[in-house]
């Protein structure tokens, strides 16, 4: 147990629908990235925030957005939804207790667009 | 483009067997990560290198980090099924942090 909980753990839903991916990082980690990942592409970095905000940006589509609460959970909203972006999408936190390049991975939600 | 290439894509092998995983790339890293990713998981952590030649050891798992700092590799000696998984590396360049991940090695360890 990697202490990074991701919900809901599968999620389908049709085109152009909007949703909600949401992660709480590991206690005491202050940074928290989203990954996607997919078949054709691999573990793709898509956002970092670090404590309340944005810290770095990767291939994040303008469709995708993010926030970090105050509490430091994270939600990954993904609106419009097309058929391209089902895949899992990963969460990791990464603090001083384990240096910021040790990411701590959740178990991911596997989105499923039809 | 994939940053980091790794090879082979795909790796299905007998229990006892010794195995070769490659990370390759053109670009200098600061510092380079071996993940392990089983099915319905995230990926975990397994090592991280920091300097070009540098050689980590993990029971049967021997990482190295190349003397240019731009490829890596991971050996496993007498391969278990508990071995079974997606093998990605991970590499960070310049000043940033945020590793850049390969496609990774599909392992399949047969008892």
């Known amino acids: 147990d990697s202490g990074v909980t991701q919900t809901p753990k599968h999620l389908i839903t049709a085109t152009g629908q909007r949703v909600t991916l949401r992660c709480s990082p590991r206690?005491?980690?202050?940074?928290v990235y989203w990954y996607q990942q997919s078949l054709d592409q691999g573990l793709q970095f898509l956002i970092q925030?670090?404590?309340?905000?944005?810290?770095a940006k990767g291939n994040i589509l303008e469709r995708f957005s993010a926030q970090q609460f105050p509490d430091l959970h994270s939600e990954l909203n993904l609106s419009s939804l097309e058929l391209g972006d089902s895949a899992l999408y990963f969460c990791?936190?990464?603090?001083?207790?384990?240096?910021?390049?040790?990411?701590?991975f959740g178990s991911g939600t596997q989105l499923s667009v039809l | 483009t994939q940053l980091l290439e790794q090879s082979p894509q795909f790796l299905s092998i007998q229990e006892g067997e010794n195995l070769t995983v490659y990370c390759n790339s053109s670009?200098?890293?600061?510092?380079l990560q071996w993940y392990r990713q089983e099915p319905g998981e995230g990926p975990v952590l397994l090592v991280t290198?920091?300097?070009?030649?540098e050689v980590k050891k993990l029971k049967r798992l021997t990482f190295q980090f190349g003397d240019a700092r731009k490829d890596s590799s991971l050996h496993i000696t007498a391969a278990q099924p508990g071995d079974t998984g997606l093998y990605l590396c991970?590499?960070?360049?310049?000043?940033?942090?945020?590793?850049?991940f390969g496609r990774g090695t599909s392992l399949i360890v047969h008892p």
């Open positions: 925030y670090y404590n309340g905000e944005e810290r």
């Open positions: 670009s200098v890293f600061s510092s």
């Open positions: 990791a936190s990464s603090g001083p207790h384990g240096g910021r390049e040790k990411l701590f």
């Open positions: 991970a590499g960070a360049t310049g000043g940033s942090y945020i590793p850049t």
């Open positions: 290198v920091v300097t070009g030649g």
């Open positions: 206690s005491g980690d202050l940074s």
